[in-house]
């Protein structure tokens, strides 16, 4: 069986549930591949990406990749779809993502799509377009498929298999090298799951009123072991961190359940969370447009509604 | 291109040196328009929508004709579309670009990104640009390639999603969002940088700029003029194509009720009815 490169997305030697996605929409293709750019790969991560079916983990850590974004990932992909010859490329739809898969297709010549929920055997690639109402079935008509896949799409599912780690040395350009990282700034994370992974997303907006309005957000979505979220208006404004932000300009999130608080529905808001599978909204404007996206929906006040809806979940547990 | 006599528009700014920008600008179907693709071709149907700047373009004109204001120089913004994304060039230079370029042949239909890449990287080479500035997506593609694809064809550093630019003799420094926070970058010039919209607030183009747009130059090509072989872009060029679509049925109404003291109540039984809670 042929192989099939992934481009490991992870943070220091934490790998991103997407990985785990990529490793098992790859194994319907061939033998997923890993590729890991930079440090933290441990024994443990070797471990885990192999119990999802990967058969080798190629560790590229070096100055050249760790001082510099983009441009070294993109030769090292490039270098293996040479070398390796794979039948196809699978990348995180992120923002490094998709740079490194669209520099990587330019060099070695192959045809790129992004976004993708779904990859047949083939390599025909399902994507949900303007906000999920069309569904659309595009293939690369030259090279080797190069596919970006949004998370959330794919369910992670383990297939044990023995993985193998290979370091893999890759001679870096001076050119890849022109961009230099002079300093990086992680916000807190807290204790919450990954906006873009997680299962449940509550979001707040303007209705909330302020930063102490989000407490009330923020205890429903402990309730629910979910991940908070925020529209433009609220991080605009100051009163929850930017990274939170939902939409065109922030995150695109697509878990199982989105509730949606003092939101009202702006089309760049829906571009970012238009393809979760259930949508509740609590507004008390009855004519807000997010209501047309809602399988269930209150006209009313958040703070009334929202805390009584968290003490309810958590009696019912 | 027509030339533009900089000396007199910047002669009252002092100088710290001059940049020249350019900002690739695409008309987009109206930002509210329902989007569709054509049965024939399976291509985006822009006739049947408004065509509008998109949005997260102005930030990178404005962005350019801050760093130009600061430090002297020129904006060009460069757009690759049908006849009448001619509306979309003059409006970005309404805002205060001092030209445009405009990329139009019937042979551009069907582009994808990696033909679109070409045609701008053509038409950007050789021009002596030190900054290429892009939107962080287009509204209607929302691939956020095209800037990558083009730093790579031209062989330039590539920063994106900035959300904060500066420019100091030939050095840039950027702000670069990322999945964690941010990261501070820097490069020499010429580069290309996206821009995302936390960076400025874009200006309306006032009734002068509105009236000074129509006497600057737009330089109108076509691919022969470009020197491309007509096979490399459009239909022809692109690498990738959509094999089948089809409209999602309407997803079923729900079901919105007023809260009469339970709304809370209602939504815990609606989740357990989903089985979620
Ligand atoms: C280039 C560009 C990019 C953008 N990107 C994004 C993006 O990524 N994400 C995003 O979200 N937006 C984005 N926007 C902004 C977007 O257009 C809207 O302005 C924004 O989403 C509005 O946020 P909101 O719904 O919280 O506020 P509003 O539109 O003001 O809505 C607030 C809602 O809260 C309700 N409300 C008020 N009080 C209460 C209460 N006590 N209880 C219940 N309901 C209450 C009101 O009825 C109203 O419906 C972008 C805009 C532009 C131009
Ligand atoms: N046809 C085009 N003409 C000029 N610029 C474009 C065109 N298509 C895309 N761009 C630029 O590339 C950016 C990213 O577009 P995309 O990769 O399509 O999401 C946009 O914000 C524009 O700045």
């Not at chain 1, 992934?6 to 785990?20: P, R, Y």
């Not at chain 1, 908070?228 to 100051?238: I, L």
């Not at chain 1, 571009?271 to 004519?287: C, F, I, L, R, Y």
């Not at chain 2, 009734?207 to 872009?233: C, N, W």
């Amino acid at each position: 069986m042929s192989d099939v490169l992934v481009l490991a997305e992870h943070h220091n030697s934490e790998i991103k549930k997407i990985t785990l996605e990529l490793v098992t929409g790859a194994r319907a293709l061939g033998n997923p591949v890993v590729l890991w750019l930079g440090g933290g790969c441990t024994e443990d991560t070797v471990a885990t990406l192999g119990n999802y079916g990967a058969t080798k983990v190629l560790v590229a850590d070096s100055d050249a990749v760790n001082n510099h974004p983009v441009a070294p990932g993109a030769e090292i992909v490039a270098s293996l779809i040479d070398s390796l010859t794979p039948v196809a490329v699978l990348v995180a739809s992120t923002a490094d993502g998709k740079e490194v898969a669209a520099r990587a297709a330019i060099k070695s010549n192959c045809g790129i799509i992004t976004d993708a929920v779904e990859i047949a055997a083939d390599s025909t690639v399902t994507q949900s377009v303007f906000g999920g109402s069309t569904v659309v079935h595009s293939r690369v008509t030259k090279g080797t498929p190069i596919i970006t896949v949004r998370p959330n799409a794919i369910p992670a599912t383990p297939q044990p298999f023995a993985a193998v780690r290979e370091d893999i040395s890759v001679d870096i350009s001076a050119g890849a090298q022109r961009v230099t990282v002079k300093d990086r700034t992680v916000v807190a994370k807290g204790a919450r799951p990954e906006l873009t992974e997680a299962e449940v997303v509550v979001s707040g907006g303007r209705g909330v009123g302020g930063p102490e309005g989000f407490s009330v957000i923020e205890s429903l979505a402990d309730s629910l072991n979910a991940a908070v979220g925020a529209s433009r208006a609220a991080t605009d404004a100051g009163w929850y961190p930017h990274q939170f932000q939902v939409g065109q300009t922030g995150k695109t999130v697509s878990p199982q359940l989105y509730i949606a608080n003092g939101i009202s529905g702006a089309i760049q808001h829906r571009a970012g969370m238009q393809t979760s599978k259930v949508v509740v909204v609590v507004n008390k404007d009855p004519e807000a447009p997010i209501f047309e996206l809602a399988d269930y929906g209150v006209v009313g006040d958040l703070f009334t509604v929202v805390p009584q809806l968290s003490e309810e979940i958590t009696k019912r547990k | 291109m027509g030339n533009i006599d900089l000396q007199s528009v910047w002669s009252d700014v002092e100088r710290v040196n001059n940049v020249k920008i350019a900002v690739c600008v695409k008309q987009v179907p109206d930002t509210w328009a329902e989007k569709k693709l054509r049965d024939a071709d399976s291509r985006l149907d822009r006739e049947s929508a408004d065509g509008v700047l998109n949005e997260l373009d102005e930030y990178a004109v404005e962005q350019a004709l801050q760093l130009v204001e600061a430090a002297g120089g020129e904006v060009v913004v460069v757009t690759m579309g049908p006849e009448r994304a001619g509306e979309t060039l003059r409006k970005a230079i309404s805002m205060g670009a001092d030209a445009g370029i405009h990329i139009v042949d019937d042979n551009l239909g069907g582009s994808d990104a990696i033909a679109t890449s070409a045609v701008l990287a053509k038409a950007l080479s050789g021009r002596d640009f030190d900054l290429i500035l892009f939107g962080s997506e287009s509204t209607d593609a929302r691939m956020s390639v095209i800037p990558a694809m083009v730093a790579e064809r031209l062989d330039l550093p590539q920063v994106t999603f900035a959300q904060k630019v500066e420019i100091s003799g030939s050095e840039l420094t950027v702000e670069r969002v990322t999945e964690y926070g941010f990261d501070l970058l820097s490069t020499q010039l010429p580069a290309v940088v996206s821009v995302v919209e936390k960076i400025n607030e874009p200006r309306y183009p006032s009734f002068k700029g509105i009236m000074a747009a129509k006497k600057k130059p737009v330089e109108i090509l076509t691919v022969a003029d470009l020197g491309l072989e007509p096979s490399v872009v459009g239909a022809s060029g692109a690498w990738s194509e959509v094999a089948d679509f089809a409209a999602r049925p309407p997803k079923a109404a729900g079901v919105v009720v007023t809260d009469e003291g339970d709304g809370g109540v209602k939504i815990a039984d609606f989740l357990t009815s989903q089985k979620i809670i």
